[in-house]
Nanobody, 126 residues
Framework: QVQVVESGGGLVQPGGSLRLSCAASGFTLDGASIGWFRQAPGREREGVSCISRSGGVTYYPESVKGRFTISRDSAKNTVYLQMNSLKPEDTAVYYC???????????????????WGQGTQVTVSS
């Protein structure tokens, strides 16, 4: 079965750090573009990072640029999202997604992604 599973969420104080993991089964992450997205109540779904299928090029929106880093460990078939200098506005459910087919949308756009994880809650609060 094709599946992606997120883990690593939790409660952290402002300024703290978390590392999220996205483990894949049923396919190889090296052959797919991988995106991290977040959804907070009353807010639009937002792409926070992605890594391309070709060349491992990474992308970040201005809201997280300089604070979040995406990386891929091919041997473990796992993608990570390192989140530093966390802010209360980063509070959301974070989802990992994968797409193995061409899409007309940029990799920070959730449209076109084929496989989604169940989500992991990140809460930033003092």
């Amino acid at each position: 079965q094709v599946q992606v599973v997120e883990s690593g969420g939790g409660l952290v104080q402002p300024g703290g750090s978390l590392r999220l993991s996205c483990a894949a089964s049923g396919f190889t992450l090296d052959g797919a573009s991988i995106g991290w997205f977040r959804q907070a109540p009353g807010r639009e779904r937002e792409g926070v990072s992605c890594i391309s299928r070709s060349g491992g090029v990474t992308y970040y929106p201005e809201s997280v640029k300089g604070r979040f880093t995406i990386s891929r460990d091919s041997a473990k078939n796992t993608v990570y999202l390192q989140m530093n200098s966390l802010k209360p506005e980063d509070t959301a459910v974070y989802y990992c997604a994968a797409r193995a087919r061409y899409s007309v949308y940029g990799c920070l756009d959730s449209r076109g992604y084929d496989y989604w994880g169940q989500g992991t809650q990140v809460t930033v609060s003092s």
